[in-house]
């Protein structure tokens, strides 16, 4: 029997056994846990409740969030939620292929009534310490140049990545994509 078959089993297997504690921790009575099945519909809420992602993007996120949960020796992503009693955001790092020591941030969501309290923050500092630990240097964030990401871009910024590249009319006529990094030390 599959051990992720109990759709509240966690799969903590993705957690390396050596990760260390982490010092982006959330407050006291929150906690920043490996992704479980029963993550997967309280995250495609928040994705739908941001109104910031298209349909064709929270199918993508989803893709992902499932892509964790059914193939728990996979090592191209990592997900992790903001858990206060309930799921208030997550990130998705992976290594990017055929690179020495670069991350990618596929995604990091807050839900918006959580937001401005800080969440964001500490799920940045999380993964950037995450990945530190697993020999990452360098993390890279690709986003659209549209007014809905404007805060996103904001977030970007004020967390200390640095816009690195950008691609004119990358996805559309009039959406570029911005790429962020931010090198660890």
């Known amino acids: 029997m599959n051990a992720f078959s109990n759709s509240q089993a966690d ?18 009575g929150s906690a920043i846990r490996p992704l479980r099945q029963s993550d997967a519909q309280p995250l495609r809420q928040l994705l739908i ?3 910031v992602f298209n349909s064709e993007e929270i199918d993508i996120a989803l893709e992902l969030i499932h892509t964790v949960l059914d193939t728990p020796e996979q090592k191209d992503y990592i997900i992790r939620v903001y858990d206060d009693g309930v799921v ?3 990130y998705c790092v992976g290594p990017t292929p055929a690179t020495a020591a670069t991350y990618d941030l596929y995604w990091i969501a807050v839900k918006p009534t ?6 964001g923050r500490i799920l940045s500092s999380h993964a950037e310490e995450l990945i530190r630990s ?3 240097r360098l993390i890279v964030a690709e986003t659209s140049s549209t007014t809905r990401y ?4 904001a977030f970007y910024v004020r967390t200390g990545y640095s816009e690195v ?7 559309r006529v009039g959406d570029d994509l911005v790429v962020y990094g931010k090198y660890l030390s």
């Open 11 to 28: 799969n903590s297997s993705l957690m390396a056994e050596s990760e260390p504690p982490l010092r982006g921790h959330a407050p006291s």
């Open 49 to 51: 409740e941001t109104e």
């Open 88 to 90: 208030l955001g997550y």
């Open 114 to 119: 959580s937001q401005g309290k800080g969440i």
């Open 134 to 136: 697993l020999g990452g």
């Open 150 to 153: 404007d805060r996103t871009r």
């Open 165 to 171: 590249a950008r691609i004119r009319e990358y996805y």
